[in-house]
Every structure is written in C-alpha cells, then in structure tokens.
C-alpha cells in the first residue's frame, strides 16, 4: 500500500514540475504577442541569432558562458539592422531583404564568431593559468616533504610497508 501511494505522488510531482508557473505562462503570452507585434524585429533576430542558438544546444556546461559570450557579441552585431528596421518604416519585406544580403548575414554572423574566439581564447588562458599554480603547489609541497624528511626522518614519507597491524615491516635504516 505504501509503494502504491509512493508511486503516486511521485507521478504527481513529475505532473506538477512539466506545467509552468503562472510567471512562466504569462512571460510566454507576452512573448508570443510582443514577436508578432514586432514580426520584422522577430524574422531577423531569428536568423541573425542562430549562432547563439547552435551554441546554447553545444554547451553542457552549468554556467552557460559560452552561450553568454557567443550571444552577446552575435546580438552586438545584429543591433544596428534592428535599428535599421526601426528607422526606415518597420516593414517585413525590409527585414527579409537584410536576411536576404550575403553581406549583412555575414556582418550578423562575425559577431558569433569573435564570441567563440573569445570564449576559445579565455578558457586557454585560464586553463594554463590554473595549471601553473598546481605546478607551484606541487613544488611547495615537496619541498615541504624533503624538509620533514631531513626533520624526521625517511619514515614520515609513508612509503615504508606496514603490516597489517600498521607496524613496519622492514624496519628503516638508522642514518
């Protein structure tokens, strides 16, 4: 009888944790309405954004900096063709002939790019970083070691076989 009730609230909270939240249904309603009042803003950051769409699928990571990165400088560079759309009369057939030229795609899509270098770049720079302080730690730590060693003696190692009462086997040389 337990596992049955058990099993039911589980199945319930799983139903519970698939529904939005009144927020979250709310942010949806205004986001499908403000696409379609703003459609010629929407059809080209659909397109100019799609790097960051790619990267926001690619990255696994917790934190999502590259998603960050990548999308910031990729929105960076799709700014000024929603200005250009803001100020020439807000027209779709405005915002498909920006996504149509070559140009302007690649314009929108460098900006991605420069995010994944940047992003390439920082995590190499960091990761050597991070690997030099273990090297100077592991320098700091053995020479720490040899200090004791000259201190108390070769036994503090712990390199010495033990029985398995924990008492050397071998007993170490008197120097």
Not at 28 to 47: D, E, G, Q, R, Y
């Amino acid at each position: 009888m337990a596992k049955k009730e058990k099993a039911a609230k589980v199945t319930k909270a799983k139903r519970r944790s698939n529904k939005l939240s009144w927020k979250g249904q709310l942010l949806l309603v205004v986001s499908i309405i403000s696409a379609a009042v703003m459609l010629p803003i929407t059809i080209l950051l659909f397109v100019g954004m799609m790097p960051t769409l790619a990267a926001s699928f690619m990255d696994r990571s917790r934190d999502k900096m590259k998603v960050f990165t990548v999308g910031s400088l990729n929105f960076a560079t799709c700014f000024p063709f929603v200005l250009d759309i803001s100020t020439g009369g807000f027209k779709s057939d405005q915002a498909i002939n920006l996504i149509t030229d070559a140009q302007n795609i690649i314009i929108m899509f460098s900006g991605a790019v420069a995010g994944y270098l940047l992003e390439w770049a920082t995590v190499g720079v960091v990761a050597t970083i991070v690997i030099e302080q273990a090297r100077g730690k592991i320098k700091s730590m053995r020479n720490t070691q040899e200090e004791l060693v000259e201190r108390w003696g070769k036994e503090v190692r712990g390199d010495i076989p033990l029985d398995s009462q924990g008492f050397a086997i071998e007993l170490p040389e008197q120097s």
